[in-house]
């Protein structure tokens, strides 16, 4: 009985699809990671515009927030596995357009238009992604693969942006870069090719706006997914900090880029640490209430760091940021996944990654936008204050949230329809 029982840190990983898959996952997130910073690097080091470089962030975010209903039907209607293998063969296709334009020092419109491609092809990618794990793995396994593809996203974000630097300091250019990116992108892509899991039999239904927004209907019904989304939105959306991390670093902290690099990693650095431990301790008693502690946390943290005028407070500060909000991650990701129906997947996971999308690209936006009124101190600390209000606010509308125990047990209670 103690044996069955025993919590296995490993128990995804031991599957050989669920290795091939995340391995994959490393490889192509780790070359979007790489070609991020050559895109942000080549487009400054050609044009010396902030405006340029922020329009990256519309390009790419704007496939994700149009097409979200037809990703998620996609995603629903069609095989899984062949649209992953079109979107990565799709995101190799974009990473060699942008060598060439940088290769050949080519048209600065022509590199948003590949990057609109790609934006394209991840607006896609995301969800069908998403949707098809379950397929791959039993459910009673689904929190620690959650945890482990965490652990996955967080060790991309700072080996990848490391990669690309070294890279481009060493070639002088960007374009050995978006190569790299490429082969990632082709890894990806051989890996998902020899991936077995079972197959789905499709649920057939005529497309209508009723049968897109089948995911947006389920979503609303669905109180524990609901939430989690709502609270990761806001809180994102006025909470974070990265944004501003240029201007804390010169003019409040001043330890200039060298230290501006260690600031963009912290977060990353806690969000891994948090991610391993989540993969050996126990499943959660008390996920509703871990939830909204970590966000409340998060909130507070953040509160601090914009009061800090110590660079090592700071950077304390940052990464626990990353792993309180990786908290968050994982256990919505969990939620969202465990408690909605296979044929729905594709539409649900497609909301939910508009709304990372959205909250992130606004938040960058709101802080900004604040900060240039009445300053960033103020900007990162009334975000902190709005994100523990926004907890209190989520808490009251949606009590069923703090009741929520153990993210199997919510599954049980979803199939049998008591909530």
């Known amino acids: 009985m103690s044996n069955q029982n025993q919590h296995d840190p490993f128990a995804a990983l031991r599957l050989r699809s669920y290795q091939l898959f995340l391995t994959g996952r490393v490889f192509s997130l780790m070359g979007y990671q790489m070609q991020n910073v ?4 080549e487009l400054y080091e050609r044009t ?10 519309l390009v790419q975010v704007l496939p994700s927030i149009v097409l979200t209903l037809p990703a998620g039907h996609v995603a629903d209607r069609w095989d899984r596995k062949r649209t992953v293998l079109l979107t990565q063969l799709m995101l190799a296709v974009g990473s060699l357009g942008l060598a060439f334009l940088s290769y050949t020092q080519g048209s600065i419109y022509l590199i948003y238009t590949f990057l609109l491609l790609i934006g394209v092809a991840k607006a896609f990618n995301q969800p069908t992604t998403d949707a098809w794990l379950p397929q791959l793995i039993p459910m009673s396994v689904f929190p620690n693969a959650a945890t482990w593809n965490s652990s996955a996203f967080q060790l991309a974000s700072i080996v990848g942006p490391a990669i690309g630097g070294f890279a481009i300091a060493i070639q002088k250019s960007a374009t050995g870069v978006y190569i790299l990116d490429a082969i990632s992108s082709l890894i990806c892509l051989a890996l998902t090719a020899i991936i077995t899991g079972r197959q ?5 239904e005529t497309i209508s706006f009723k049968t897109l927004a089948a995911g947006f209907n389920f979503v609303r019904q669905q109180p524990a997914i609901l939430s989690s989304i709502t609270l990761d939105l806001f809180a994102v959306l006025l909470g974070g900090a990265v944004t501003l991390l240029p201007i804390f670093a010169r ?18 650095i806690g969000a891994f640490i948090m991610a391993l431990l989540f993969a050996y301790l126990p499943p959660l008693k008390q996920a509703g209430k871990t939830l909204l502690w970590s966000v409340a946390g998060f909130g507070v943290v953040t509160i601090i760091f914009g009061l800090s005028r110590s660079f090592w407070l700071s950077l304390l500060m940052l990464g626990l940021s990353g792993a309180l909000d990786n908290i968050s991650v994982i256990i919505r990701h969990t939620l969202v996944q465990i408690n909605t129906p296979d044929h729905l997947r594709g ?10 999308s959205t909250s992130n690209e606004l938040g960058g936006f709101e802080s900004g936008f604040v900060a240039a009124l009445f ?3 103020f900007s990162v600390v009334s975000g902190g204050i709005g994100t523990i209000i926004v907890v209190l606010v989520v808490s009251w509308i949606f009590p069923q949230l703090r009741q929520l125990k153990s993210l199997q047990e919510e599954s049980d209670q979803v199939k049998s329809g008591s909530w």
């Open 38 to 41: 050559a895109v942000g690097w």
């Open 48 to 57: 010396n515009s902030a405006l340029a470089l922020g329009v990256v962030g």
């Open 200 to 204: 789905t039999v499709r649920i057939a």
């Open 251 to 268: 003019d409040i902290l001043q330890v200039g880029p060298e230290g501006l690099g260690w600031l963009r990693a912290a977060p990353s």
């Open 347 to 356: 539409r649900v996971s497609a909301i939910n990654s508009v709304f990372i």
């Open 375 to 377: 300053g960033p101190v």
